[in-house]
T-cell receptor, first 116, second 110 residues
């Protein structure tokens, strides 16, 4: 156990559905991340919430919407997804410092998403 | 843009032999470099990191990595491979937007 949990572990959804992925960290960290891992691409950073700022990868489609209500919880809201969005979605957390991101990230087990 | 490269998609090694998984980084400032391992159907696990100080960094499960500034490399090494080391290995450059390498599949044969 890494101290980062993700639910659900598996999700199958149609293209017209709306669903949310949840991540929770029990490590007292101040930064949380969403990554997409697909078979043909490297790990792709989608969103970061760090030191109360949100950073996003500009290539992420608007059908993905993050929410970070507090430093322990992170959501990824999904709507009108496409089959190519099928992937493993990983959440991570770390303790970031204003002087630099030199602390390791702790990853959850991921949510395996299949879009039909 | 800062980046990391893992030039090998797959590395094969016999059990008991030394292993090396390669990582190079783009030259820009002082890099924070990390190695992670991913076992099937699992999230990534931290192995080791270089921030500053000694160029040889020791980490979990007997792994180590050497930071080489002149060659802009941070190769992961282990003196004697185990079959259980078979997994996917990722190099990461820590920054405002962290960047992972493509990953290298390590296969250790009995």
């Amino acid at each position: 156990e890494t101290g980062v949990t993700q639910t659900p572990r598996h999700l199958v959804m149609g293209m017209t559905n709306k669903k949310s992925l949840k991540c929770e960290q029990h490590l007292g960290h101040n930064a949380m991340y969403w990554y997409k891992q697909s078979a043909k691409k490297p790990l792709e950073l989608m969103f970061v919430y760090s030191l109360e700022e949100r950073v996003e990868n500009n290539s992420v489609p608007s059908r993905f919407s993050p929410e970070c209500p507090n430093s322990s919880h992170l959501f990824l809201h999904l709507h009108t997804l496409q089959p190519e969005d099928s992937a493993l979605y990983l959440c991570a957390s770390s303790q970031d410092e204003a002087s630099g991101n030199y602390n390791e990230q702790f990853f959850g087990p991921g949510t395996r998403l299949t879009v039909l | 843009a800062q980046s990391v490269a893992q030039p090998e998609d797959q590395v094969n090694v016999a059990e008991g032999n030394p292993l090396t998984v390669k990582c190079t980084y783009s030259v820009s400032g002082n890099p924070y470099l990390f190695w992670y391992v991913q076992y099937p159907n699992r999230g990534l696990q931290f192995l080791l990191k270089y921030i500053t100080g000694d160029n040889l960094v020791k980490g979990s499960y007997g792994f180590e990595a050497e930071f080489n500034k002149s060659q802009t490399s941070f190769h992961l090494k282990k003196p004697s491979a185990l079959v259980s080391d078979s997994a996917l290995y990722f190099c990461l450059r820590g920054s405002y937007i962290p960047t992972f390498g493509r990953g290298t599949s390590l296969i250790v044969h009995p």
